[in-house]
């Protein structure tokens, strides 16, 4: 870490309440852009419940409301250097605050982990004056709490979470596996899906629903392995991997073919929440890199 700290400036806190308030805006506004998006195969939307029971829309908004406080904490946090210990403490009670609002119900414990280690790390690279490049972020995650990271996976495999669980039984990585290598997904896989799709001149809308197919057929997304096994998940990565050869969104009758997949998935009971994590997750960094508010 010190290359890192080399940079180091001292900030006062109404700057430090300052940066983290703008950072935490951009979490919140990510993720409720995610929740707008349709048609999301399988996913909860403005329109409707996907695969869902438990769940909509309105849950959705309740948690978000639930989370601008943590999110200003967690950046607040990582711009005055915090060890992963206090980050997870304050993921903690971020999740006892989402379920308490939700009444039970999980909607962002993925969005809690990934954006909150997000914004930690765009929260120290403004703390170091350093620019929020995928690099940077990349690397701050990796040098300040990946041993911790690896410390934590390791202690709580006693208990394993579902994600967890689907991730041992089939190899893949999971949550904690995408931050140990800096969230490949988000840099490798969904910011470059969606920086071309906006270079070709795509809107939020389209690109946003761009990425998420690439997303889907590339990922393998624990939430669909628990709900659908490798035979869900074969068919969703399929059916995406098809909607791009299409065309994807730049070709018409997309919005027809994204429908079918979507009832398709709402029928099948398969919700790729791992891949709407990691939309979200691209979108904020995105946002982070652009936004000069």
């Known amino acids: ?22 950072i935490a805006r951009l979490a919140v506004r990510s993720l409720y852009q995610e929740l707008a998006l349709y048609p999301k195969p399988g996913l909860v939307s403005l329109r409707d419940n996907g695969a869902h029971l438990d769940m909509n829309a309105d849950t959705f908004v309740r948690s978000l409301f639930s989370l601008r406080g943590y999110f200003v904490d967690i950046t607040a946090a990582g711009m005055c250097d915090a060890g992963f210990g206090e980050l997870q403490q304050l993921g903690l009670a971020a999740e006892s605050h989402m379920l308490r609002a939700t009444r039970g119900i999980n909607t962002h414990r993925g969005a809690i982990f990934t954006h909150g280690i997000l914004a930690a790390a765009a929260g120290c690279a403004a703390a170091l004056n350093i620019e929020p490049s995928d690099d940077n972020l990349r690397k701050i995650v990796m040098e300040k709490w990946s041993r911790d990271l690896r410390a934590i996976a390791i202690a709580s495999a006693a208990t394993p979470s579902h994600g967890q669980l689907m991730a041992a039984r089939h190899g893949v990585t999971g949550a904690r596996g995408e931050a140990l290598q800096g969230f490949p997904s988000v840099f490798e896989i969904a910011l470059p ?80 929440g791992g891949c709407a994590d990691l939309l979200a997750a691209a979108w904020f960094v995105h946002q982070i890199q652009t936004d000069q508010s």
Request: aromatic content about 8%; glycine content about 8%.
């Open 1 to 22: 870490m010190n290359q890192l700290h080399r940079n180091k400036v001292a900030v006062t806190e109404p700057e430090v309440r300052r940066g983290a308030h703008r």
């Open 193 to 272: 899906a969606l920086r071309s799709a906006l270079a070709r001149g795509a809107d939020t809308r389209f690109a946003l629903l761009h990425t998420f197919f690439v997303l889907l057929a590339s990922t393998m997304d624990t939430n669909v392995l628990f709900r659908g096994g490798t035979e869900g998940l074969e068919f969703i990565q399929t059916q995406a991997g098809e909607f791009l050869e299409h065309g994807s969104v730049f070709e018409s009758g997309w919005q027809q073919r994204a429908e079918s997949l979507h009832r398709q998935c709402s029928i099948k009971n398969l919700s790729p």
